[in-house]
């Protein structure tokens, strides 16, 4: 894909700038897209061209370095997209193939900062914490942990990233936890965190993370 037409795009409450253009993802065959979440709540399953049309920008990173607009200007071919935040709409554009080009920022993936998106619990806290005992989490360091309160809960049987995110998927279907906002943070919720994905981790083949398993910046 080749990207001709598109203007400098800067982020409110962040130094890092983009590119904003539109892509019809009807016709752009040729680009790799990368999803890292399953989505919660579908979107409207309804085809709706109005619908789309009011759509926010998606937005993607690439592999291009943070000189994006110098990149594109000299025509060089874009073959793999990330996205970072959009993937309920992108859900919807693939399910009724759109002839619609619709507005999407590009950041360069150097500018990515992935953090850990809030979760709260949904039982009480000794309930909760009896669940991660029975599960074999117990507090202790590692690289993979749940970390409620300053303390981190580990078990030392969990070794990947993912594997640490499917028990977070089996806690939200079993109505654990709840997935909310990091800038919506209620004083009296009990908020617990992941270890953080990092953005070569959304490569896996085949996988997805749960819903709202990461909280990236820059945000629209």
């Known amino acids: 894909m080749i990207i001709n037409?598109?203007?400098?795009?800067?982020?409110?409450?962040?130094?890092?700038?983009?590119?904003?253009?539109?892509i019809n993802f009807s016709l752009e065959k040729?680009?790799?897209?990368?999803?890292?979440?399953?989505?919660q709540n579908k979107f409207e399953q309804v085809r709706d061209l109005e619908t789309v049309k009011s759509f926010p920008p998606l937005?993607?990173?690439?592999?291009?370095?943070?000189?994006?607009a110098n990149i594109?200007?000299?025509?060089?071919?874009?073959?793999?997209?990330?996205?970072?935040?959009g993937h309920h709409r992108f859900e919807h554009l693939n399910l009724y193939n759109y002839d619609y080009s619709i507005p999407v920022v590009l950041i360069s993936n150097q500018d990515v900062t992935v953090q850990s998106y809030n979760s709260k619990i949904n039982v009480d806290r000794e309930t909760f914490i009896e669940y991660l005992y029975a599960n074999n989490?117990?507090?202790?360091?590692?690289?993979?942990?749940?970390?409620?309160?300053?303390?981190k809960y580990s078990n030392i049987k969990i070794?990947?990233?993912?594997?640490?995110?499917d028990f977070k998927r089996k806690l939200i279907n079993h109505d654990f936890i709840i997935p909310i906002s990091n800038d919506m943070v209620n004083v009296d919720d009990l908020i617990i965190n992941f270890t953080p994905i990092q953005l070569?981790?959304?490569?896996?083949?085949?996988?997805?993370?749960?819903?709202?398993s990461t909280w990236i910046s820059p945000r629209i």
């Not at 070794?159 to 995110?165: A, H």
């Open 72 to 85: 594109l200007n000299d025509s060089k071919e874009v073959k793999e997209l990330t996205l970072l935040d």
């Open 30 to 39: 040729d680009v790799e897209i990368i999803l890292h979440e399953e989505t």
């Open 200 to 212: 070569v981790e959304f490569y896996k083949e085949n996988y997805l993370f749960p819903p709202k």
């Open 59 to 68: 937005v993607f990173s690439t592999e291009a370095d943070r000189d994006l």
């Open 5 to 22: 037409n598109f203007e400098k795009y800067n982020f409110k409450n962040s130094e890092v700038s983009g590119i904003i253009t539109s």
């Open 159 to 165: 070794d990947s990233i993912y594997e640490l995110y």
């Open 137 to 151: 989490f117990k507090p202790s360091p590692s690289r993979y942990f749940i970390e409620i309160e300053d303390c």
